[in-house]
């Protein structure tokens, strides 16, 4: 940060003996003196000078000042950064300034959303509107809950239309209206106890899980397709004739099986990337609406 000194101290203000011995024998004012030599620039005094002179290397200072403001901007840099302490790790420590940096992160706090995940369910539905009044939703890793949030308010769970069951390995603080099971949802009964919470077939199930990942980008998006393949199954096993499916990608190479199945079950496939979902990440949604359930699978989780 710039303190708009420059160089810490700089003279003293107070004449030196050879500019006192000028001063008293040009008769200048003493005042004068230490006028001209307020902050110069580093500048050794080389004895007696005129008394026009250090007005003019103090203008120069100025002007020189002025410039180096202008040069850089005169702006501070308004970022909260992270000072390392104890055993933080600098990953953690760059995961914790981007939070604290966040606008989103910022906004959720305000507007009292579990996550700034809230966002960006909030933009796809803007734009693509598949959440809708009265309808039946799962929400497969739901924690913290900011997806189950902003479902809730668009279908009207707060009047008393529609359901939403969120299920998760973690607890999640509870949500009015929302039916929370703490479980595996890979588990061999959620479907059947997911289905039965809900009073029926799913309209949409919704997932926003990752596995944790490891830096290494393609073992995480091979990681990620196989949790999106599970939810995927999961789905195809509870949803209703034209439900919907929206789930969590990482771009890569990988996902062509995954696309082409969405294909043969959904009548309309789309590749989503919200503007929360932050610009360095290679995250993506794939949203499939239209639900073409097979006879076969009718009877499977009622």
């Known amino acids: 940060m710039s303190t708009g000194k420059s160089g810490g101290k700089a ?85 914790l300034e981007r939070q604290l940096n966040d606008p989103y992160v910022k906004r959720a706090k305000e507007l009292g959303y579990r996550s700034r995940a809230a966002f960006k369910i909030e933009e796809m539905d803007d734009r693509h509107k598949f959440l809708k009044i009265g309808q039946r939703l799962v929400d497969l890793g739901c924690a913290p809950g900011g997806w189950c949030q902003i479902a809730a308010a668009r279908i009207g769970l707060e009047k008393g239309k529609g359901r939403i069951v969120g299920i998760d390995l973690l607890p999640v603080d509870p949500i009015p209206g929302v039916d929370l099971i703490e479980m595996d949802f890979m588990a061999d009964d959620a479907p059947a106890l997911l289905t039965e919470r809900l009073g029926g077939r799913a309209d949409g199930v919704m997932s926003d899980m990752a596995a944790n990942t490891t830096g290494h980008k393609k073992t995480d998006h091979l990681k990620i397709i196989a949790l999106a393949e599970a939810a995927l199954e999961f789905a195809n096993g509870i949803l209703a004739p034209g439900g919907f499916f929206l789930a969590k990608l990482f771009q890569g190479g990988e996902s062509a099986e995954l696309l082409a199945q969405l294909k043969r079950d959904f009548t309309t496939v789309r590749n989503l990337k919200p503007a929360a979902s932050r610009s360095d990440s290679s995250e993506l949604y794939v949203l499939a609406t239209g639900f073409r359930r097979k006879a076969e699978t009718d009877d499977a989780a009622v």
């Open 11 to 95: 003279t003293s203000g107070k004449a030196t003996s050879g500019e006192a011995s000028g001063a008293r024998a040009s008769g200048a004012k003493a005042s004068g003196a230490k006028a001209s030599g307020v902050k110069a620039s580093g500048a050794k005094p080389s004895g007696a000078m005129a008394p026009g002179a250090k007005a003019s290397s103090t203008k120069a200072s100025s002007t020189k000042a002025s410039a180096t403001k202008a040069k850089t901007g005169g702006a501070r840099d308004m970022r909260v950064k992270v000072k390392k302490a104890g055993k933080l790790k600098h990953s953690s420590q760059l995961w």
